[in-house]
Structures are given as structure tokens and as C-alpha cells.
């Protein structure tokens, strides 16, 4: 067996081994690496602009997503205001006509 | 190309990586890989396992992300899932120790340090037999004594002088500053000379 050996060789003797690796593993990085880039497909589709800059298909729709979640929200917000405005104009009105027509409920007074 | 990204970066465009181009990576990385999970857990097929998670969490998590990021981000992510088998082995065992204690003392034939010695049925072998026989002892004597050395002083040990990255490099794979990368690596020689030395080999 060689008796010195330099970081450089052991670095070489790593690598030796890491491409004598059996038939059985190989294959089974090989299927791992498959399955890896699979994943990568379905979680963003991309593509190339003429610039040649990628973007990501999924991002945008993700980001359309949002933009829409928030549409709504802010639209439900918007008509919860609304509501709330007009039920107590409806129930100031009320009380306007009472105390303008003398029949106002005795528990005003008790207050 | 630095200047490229940043200025990408700036006008709010990121260059993307291609599918292609994560796939060239982990072609390139996976046998490498491999090997690091082999060395720290000694079971093929943990390491397998270790590997294929490694990737599917680059893939799934960081697919995108540009191609120069990638080493380091597998780095990361690699020594991350080899921790997290140790933890998971770590609980494992301790309800193992728990259940055998009421259980009958039938030691089984558990790991044998000797198993990794042993050498893979493999074609590609050098040319002259006494020259693959003295390469394939060679490197059984380097993989036991690097699968002996302690978890962090192999990876700064493997990321330095094995996948060559600078110690600023490897400070951010490990998630350390450069002054631990430093303390490992020269541990990591030091022990692994002495490994060496007994075996009747000087690392110089």
C-alpha cells in the first residue's frame, strides 16, 4: 500500500470510489434524481422570455391568486360598511319620527 | 456574472434556473453525495434515502432558485437530513434500549464497522489486478477512517478538500462562521492522519 498521500490524492480516491459505485445504487440515484425533477416541474412551469430571463408560471398564478383573495375581502369589508351605514341611518330615522310624532317608547325617558 | 444577476435583480427579474440545468446539478453531485450520507450513516440505504430527500427538497423548495446557489443550498439541505436521520435513529434507539430491557438478552448481529470494508462488485476497476487491489484497500482505509471522525469535522473536512470550496464557502453550507470551519478541518487532518499513521500511511 502507498505510504504517503496528499489531500489532493485523497480527494482523487474519493472521487475513484464515488464513480466505481455498483450498478444497484446508481440506478437508484438515477430514479431518485427523476423523481426530484418531477417535483420541480409541477410545483412552477417556466419559461424563457426573448431575453432570455425565466419566469415562473406558477408564481404568477399564485400571485394572481392573491390578488384576488384580496379583491374579495376588501369587497366584503366594503359592503359590511355599507350595511352597517344604512341599518343605523334606518334606526336614527326612526327614532326622528318618534320624537317628531310625540310617540316616543317610555323607556327613552327612563334614561 | 455576478454583475448580470445583481443588475437582473435590480430591474425585479431574477434568471431562473431551467429544469435542465437542476438536473445537470444533481447528476453532477448525486455520486458525491451519495458517498457523504454513506460515510456519516453507513447503511446504503439510509443514504439513498438521505440523497433522494436532499433532492426532492432542492427541487421542490428551491428549483428556481439560480444555478450558481445551488451547491451550497444542496450542501445545507444534505447535512440537514443526515442530522435529522442521527435525531430520528437517536429516539429510535432509545426506545429500543427501553423495549430490550424487558425483553429476553438476544443480542442480535447489529451494525459491524468491518462491513464497510468491504469492497462493491464493480466494473470499473484499473487495468492491472495488484494495482485495483492496492486502490480498493486504499480507499476502504481512507472510508473508515473518514467515517470515524465526528459529524462536523467530516463535513468541513469533505467541503474543503473533497468538493473544494473555501472556507467562506463551506461556512455557509455548514451554517458556521470560518473560524469553526477552520478548528473542524484541522481537527478533521490531524485525526484522520493518525488514522492513517496506524495504518502505516503518512499524510502529508
Given at each position: 500500500?502507498?505510504?504517503?498521500?496528499?489531500?489532493?490524492?485523497?480527494?482523487?480516491?474519493?472521487?475513484?470510489?464515488?464513480?466505481?459505485?455498483?450498478?444497484?445504487?446508481?440506478?437508484?440515484?438515477?430514479?431518485?434524481?427523476?423523481?426530484?425533477?418531477?417535483?420541480?416541474?409541477?410545483?412552477?412551469?417556466?419559461?424563457?422570455?426573448?431575453?432570455?430571463?425565466?419566469?415562473?408560471?406558477?408564481?404568477?398564478?399564485?400571485?394572481?391568486?392573491?390578488?384576488?383573495?384580496?379583491?374579495?375581502?376588501?369587497?366584503?369589508?366594503?359592503?359590511?360598511?355599507?350595511?352597517?351605514?344604512?341599518?343605523?341611518?334606518?334606526?336614527?330615522?326612526?327614532?326622528?319620527?318618534?320624537?317628531?310624532?310625540?310617540?316616543?317608547?317610555?323607556?327613552v325617558y327612563v334614561? | 456574472?455576478?454583475?448580470?444577476?445583481?443588475?437582473?435583480?435590480?430591474?425585479?427579474?431574477?434568471?431562473?434556473?431551467?429544469?435542465?440545468?437542476?438536473?445537470?446539478?444533481?447528476?453532477?453531485?448525486?455520486?458525491?453525495?451519495?458517498?457523504?450520507?454513506?460515510?456519516?450513516?453507513?447503511?446504503?440505504?439510509?443514504?439513498?434515502?438521505i440523497v433522494q430527500?436532499?433532492?426532492?427538497?432542492?427541487?421542490?423548495?428551491?428549483?428556481?432558485?439560480?444555478?450558481?446557489?445551488?451547491?451550497?443550498?444542496?450542501?445545507?439541505?444534505?447535512?440537514?437530513?443526515?442530522?435529522?436521520?442521527?435525531?430520528?435513529?437517536?429516539?429510535?434507539?432509545?426506545?429500543?434500549?427501553?423495549?430490550?430491557?424487558?425483553?429476553?438478552?438476544?443480542?442480535?448481529?447489529?451494525?459491524?464497522?468491518?462491513?464497510?470494508?468491504?469492497?462493491?462488485?464493480?466494473?470499473?476497476?484499473?487495468?492491472?489486478?495488484?494495482?485495483?487491489?492496492?486502490?480498493?484497500?486504499?480507499?476502504?482505509?481512507?472510508?473508515?477512517?473518514?467515517?470515524?471522525?465526528?459529524?462536523?469535522?467530516?463535513?468541513?473536512?469533505?467541503?474543503?478538500?473533497?468538493?473544494?470550496?473555501?472556507?467562506?464557502?463551506?461556512?455557509?453550507?455548514?451554517?458556521?462562521?470560518?473560524?469553526?470551519?477552520?478548528?473542524?478541518?484541522?481537527?478533521?487532518?490531524?485525526?484522520?492522519?493518525?488514522?492513517?499513521?496506524?495504518?502505516?500511511?503518512?499524510?502529508?
Open positions: 500500500m502507498k505510504s504517503k498521500i496528499t489531500l489532493k490524492e485523497i480527494a482523487q480516491l474519493l472521487d475513484r470510489s464515488a464513480n466505481q459505485l455498483n450498478a444497484g445504487s446508481a440506478n437508484a440515484l438515477h430514479s431518485a434524481r427523476q423523481l426530484a425533477l418531477q417535483r420541480q416541474q409541477a410545483s412552477t412551469a417556466t419559461w424563457v422570455d426573448r431575453h432570455g430571463l425565466l419566469h415562473a408560471h406558477g408564481t404568477q398564478q399564485h400571485r394572481l391568486l392573491n390578488w384576488l383573495i384580496a379583491v374579495i375581502v376588501a369587497s366584503l369589508l366594503l359592503g359590511n360598511i355599507v350595511y352597517l351605514y344604512h341599518t343605523s341611518e334606518h334606526s336614527h330615522g326612526d327614532i326622528d319620527i318618534a320624537i317628531l310624532t310625540d310617540d316616543m317608547p317610555i323607556d334614561d | 456574472m455576478n454583475l448580470l444577476v445583481s443588475a437582473a435583480d435590480h430591474l425585479g427579474a431574477t434568471k431562473l434556473s431551467t429544469p435542465q440545468q437542476l438536473s445537470e446539478f444533481l447528476a453532477q453531485v448525486e455520486r458525491r453525495a451519495y458517498k457523504q450520507a454513506q460515510f456519516a450513516v453507513r447503511d446504503d440505504h439510509a443514504a439513498l434515502d430527500d436532499a433532492m426532492m427538497k432542492l427541487a421542490e423548495s428551491y428549483g428556481e432558485r439560480p444555478p450558481e446557489e445551488f451547491p451550497m443550498l444542496f450542501q445545507r439541505i444534505l447535512q440537514n437530513t443526515i442530522r435529522d436521520y442521527y435525531r430520528r435513529q437517536k429516539v429510535r434507539s432509545f426506545w429500543t434500549t427501553l423495549m430490550s430491557s424487558f425483553s429476553p438478552q438476544h443480542e442480535s448481529d447489529d451494525f459491524d464497522p468491518l462491513d464497510t470494508l468491504q469492497d462493491k462488485d464493480n466494473a470499473s476497476q484499473p487495468d492491472r489486478p495488484d494495482d485495483a487491489l492496492l486502490q480498493s484497500q486504499l480507499i476502504a482505509v481512507i472510508e473508515e477512517a473518514l467515517s470515524k471522525l465526528p459529524l462536523r469535522q467530516r463535513e468541513a473536512f469533505l467541503l474543503r478538500y473533497w468538493h473544494e470550496m473555501d472556507t467562506a464557502e463551506t461556512a455557509a453550507a455548514m451554517g458556521c462562521s470560518e473560524g469553526s470551519v477552520k478548528t473542524h478541518c484541522s481537527r478533521a487532518t490531524h485525526a484522520l492522519s493518525a488514522m492513517l499513521k496506524e495504518k502505516g500511511i503518512d499524510l502529508s
